[in-house]
């Protein structure tokens, strides 16, 4: 679910001052678990002073440390929220692509296994790429062979495949 504004604002408040001592109590879970610096400036909406965490002399400590850094260090792990977004983006297409891939074989492979229960291949009006259950149907055997070929070399036993004895 995508987070959105409260638009009631007494509701905004109880959130705000919730989710803030939620992230100062993450915050700390995270340079005690993991040895690390960090702190946090938060400009309240209806603040004069930006509340920090854990004090100020932490927080000037880390952004003098962070300062002191060369500019590459300081931009390596940065990203502007399109940069993250477009990131992302990608992870998701590369993820989906990835999905349809195993789904497409998934069907090639039912398809493949009623043809063989049926004893011939019924298309019934679906679109089969035949090219790619050929390419499935290979694999599997190539597999097989393979597979039969360790365990007959296992117990001494040579396998003839194509005209070559292994």
Same mark, same amino acid.
């Given at each position: 679910?995508?987070?959105?504004? &409260?638009?009631?604002? @007494?509701?905004?408040? %109880?959130?705000? #001052? %919730?989710? #803030? &001592?939620?992230? #100062?109590? #993450? +915050?700390?879970?995270?340079?005690? +678990?993991?040895?690390?610096?960090?702190?946090? &400036?938060?400009?309240?909406?209806?603040?004069?002073?930006?509340? %920090?965490?854990? @004090?100020? @002399?932490?927080v000037q400590r880390v952004i003098n440390r962070f300062n002191a850094m060369s500019e590459i260090n300081q931009r390596k792990n940065m990203s502007t929220q399109e940069s993250f977004l477009k990131k992302n983006l990608e992870k998701d297409r590369d993820q989906l692509k990835k999905a349809r891939g195993e789904n497409k074989k998934n069907e090639m492979e039912l398809f493949m296994f009623q043809c063989l229960g049926a004893g011939s291949i019924s298309n019934n009006g679906d679109t089969i790429d035949m090219n790619y259950l050929l390419l499935l149907i290979n694999q599997n055997l190539r597999d097989i062979y393979g597979k039969e070929s360790m365990d007959q070399t296992q117990h001494g036993i040579g396998v003839v495949v194509n005209g070559t004895e292994t």
């Open positions: 679910m995508k987070p959105t504004f &409260i638009v009631n604002e @007494s509701k905004r408040k %109880v959130t705000y #001052k %919730v989710r #803030k &001592i939620g992230m #100062k109590k #993450k +915050l700390h879970e995270i340079t005690v +678990l993991c040895g690390i610096q960090a702190c946090a &400036i938060i400009y309240g909406r209806n603040e004069t002073e930006p509340e %920090v965490w854990p @004090s100020h @002399s932490e």
